[in-house]
Protein backbone atom coordinates (compact mmCIF):
# COMPACT_ATOMS: atom_id res chain seq x y z
CA UNK A 1 0.00 0.00 0.00
CA UNK A 2 1.97 3.44 -1.14
CA UNK A 3 2.10 6.22 1.97
CA UNK A 4 -0.35 8.72 2.24
CA UNK A 5 -0.03 12.10 0.86
CA UNK A 6 -2.74 13.37 2.72
CA UNK A 7 -0.94 16.57 4.25
CA UNK A 8 0.93 17.62 1.25
CA UNK A 9 -0.04 20.08 -1.86
CA UNK A 10 -1.29 18.65 -5.15
CA UNK A 11 2.12 17.88 -7.70
CA UNK A 12 1.16 20.52 -9.69
CA UNK A 13 2.27 23.26 -6.60
CA UNK A 14 5.60 21.42 -6.60
CA UNK A 15 8.57 21.99 -8.68
CA UNK A 16 10.73 19.05 -9.73
CA UNK A 17 12.76 18.88 -7.06
CA UNK A 18 9.92 18.45 -4.88
CA UNK A 19 9.84 21.55 -3.45
CA UNK A 20 6.25 23.43 -2.89
CA UNK A 21 6.39 26.37 -5.17
CA UNK A 22 5.29 28.51 -2.27
CA UNK A 23 8.29 28.22 0.10
CA UNK A 24 10.46 30.88 0.31
CA UNK A 25 14.37 30.14 0.02
CA UNK A 26 17.42 32.34 0.17
CA UNK A 27 19.51 32.90 -2.80
CA UNK A 28 23.43 31.20 -2.35
CA UNK A 29 24.69 35.50 -2.47
CA UNK A 30 22.57 35.81 0.49
CA UNK A 31 23.96 32.79 2.31
CA UNK A 32 27.16 34.21 1.44
CA UNK A 33 26.55 37.50 2.50
CA UNK A 34 25.64 36.69 5.84
CA UNK A 35 27.95 34.28 6.20
CA UNK A 36 31.02 36.86 5.59
CA UNK A 37 29.04 38.90 7.90
CA UNK A 38 28.82 36.84 10.61
CA UNK A 39 32.18 35.89 10.29
CA UNK A 40 33.83 39.41 10.60
CA UNK A 41 31.80 39.68 13.72
CA UNK A 42 32.81 36.40 15.05
CA UNK A 43 36.61 36.88 14.27
CA UNK A 44 36.10 40.68 16.15
CA UNK A 45 34.31 39.46 19.22
CA UNK A 46 37.36 36.46 19.46
CA UNK A 47 40.31 39.59 18.76
CA UNK A 48 38.31 41.55 22.07
CA UNK A 49 37.94 37.94 24.05
CA UNK A 50 41.79 37.37 23.40
CA UNK A 51 42.69 41.24 23.96
CA UNK A 52 40.77 40.91 27.53
CA UNK A 53 41.77 37.39 28.97
CA UNK A 54 45.89 38.20 27.96
CA UNK A 55 44.86 42.20 29.93
CA UNK A 56 44.84 39.88 33.46
CA UNK A 57 48.30 38.16 33.30
CA UNK A 58 49.67 41.56 31.21
CA UNK A 59 48.55 44.00 34.09
CA UNK A 60 50.35 41.60 36.63
CA UNK A 61 53.19 41.90 35.06
CA UNK A 62 53.34 45.82 34.28
CA UNK A 63 51.34 47.25 37.53
CA UNK A 64 52.66 46.10 40.99
CA UNK A 65 49.05 47.10 42.37
CA UNK A 66 46.76 44.89 40.14
CA UNK A 67 48.47 41.98 42.56
CA UNK A 68 49.79 43.44 45.43
CA UNK A 69 46.34 45.93 46.19
CA UNK A 70 44.01 45.00 48.30
CA UNK A 71 40.39 45.70 47.71
CA UNK A 72 37.42 44.09 50.20
CA UNK A 73 37.90 40.96 52.19
CA UNK A 74 41.77 40.94 51.65
CA UNK A 75 41.44 39.95 47.65
CA UNK A 76 43.77 41.42 44.76
CA UNK A 77 42.20 43.33 42.12
CA UNK A 78 43.55 40.58 39.64
CA UNK A 79 41.97 38.17 41.73
CA UNK A 80 38.92 39.80 42.06
CA UNK A 81 38.75 39.88 38.50
CA UNK A 82 39.71 36.39 37.48
CA UNK A 83 37.32 35.06 39.96
CA UNK A 84 34.32 37.08 39.38
CA UNK A 85 35.29 39.58 36.15
CA UNK A 86 36.28 37.45 33.62
CA UNK A 87 32.96 34.98 34.15
CA UNK A 88 30.59 38.51 33.63
CA UNK A 89 32.83 39.39 30.99
CA UNK A 90 32.35 36.61 29.21
CA UNK A 91 28.67 36.12 30.10
CA UNK A 92 28.00 39.54 28.31
CA UNK A 93 30.02 39.04 25.67
CA UNK A 94 28.25 35.91 24.67
CA UNK A 95 24.85 37.51 24.88
CA UNK A 96 26.50 40.28 22.80
CA UNK A 97 27.74 37.94 20.07
CA UNK A 98 24.74 35.63 20.15
CA UNK A 99 21.95 39.44 19.51
CA UNK A 100 24.27 40.30 16.83
CA UNK A 101 24.47 37.02 15.19
CA UNK A 102 20.43 36.81 15.32
CA UNK A 103 19.53 40.12 14.04
CA UNK A 104 22.20 39.21 11.49
CA UNK A 105 20.10 36.44 10.22
CA UNK A 106 16.98 38.36 10.94
CA UNK A 107 17.82 41.33 8.57
CA UNK A 108 19.85 39.38 5.41
CA UNK A 109 18.40 36.02 5.16
CA UNK A 110 14.73 35.78 4.21
CA UNK A 111 11.80 34.00 5.87
CA UNK A 112 8.08 33.98 6.70
CA UNK A 113 7.26 37.51 5.36
CA UNK A 114 6.35 39.58 8.65
CA UNK A 115 3.09 41.44 8.85
CA UNK A 116 3.38 44.94 10.15
CA UNK A 117 0.78 45.96 12.62
CA UNK A 118 -0.36 48.66 10.52
CA UNK A 119 -1.14 46.06 7.75
CA UNK A 120 -2.84 43.76 10.30
CA UNK A 121 -4.82 46.87 11.80
CA UNK A 122 -3.21 45.77 15.27
CA UNK A 123 -1.89 49.62 15.13
CA UNK A 124 -3.02 52.20 17.72
Given at each position: ???S??G??PP????PA?F??T??Y??P ?10 R ?7 A??V ?6 P??T??LDWW?QG?L????S?S ?9 V ?11 L??A ?7 GPE?DHPEQ ?5
Amino acid sequence: MPPSDAGSPPPEDRDPAGFELTDEYDMPAEVDATFRTLRRAAFGYFALFVVVVAAVPGLTLALDWWSQGRLVGGMSPSFVMAAFGLYVFFFVLAVAAATLANAVEDRMLGGPERDHPEQRGDAP
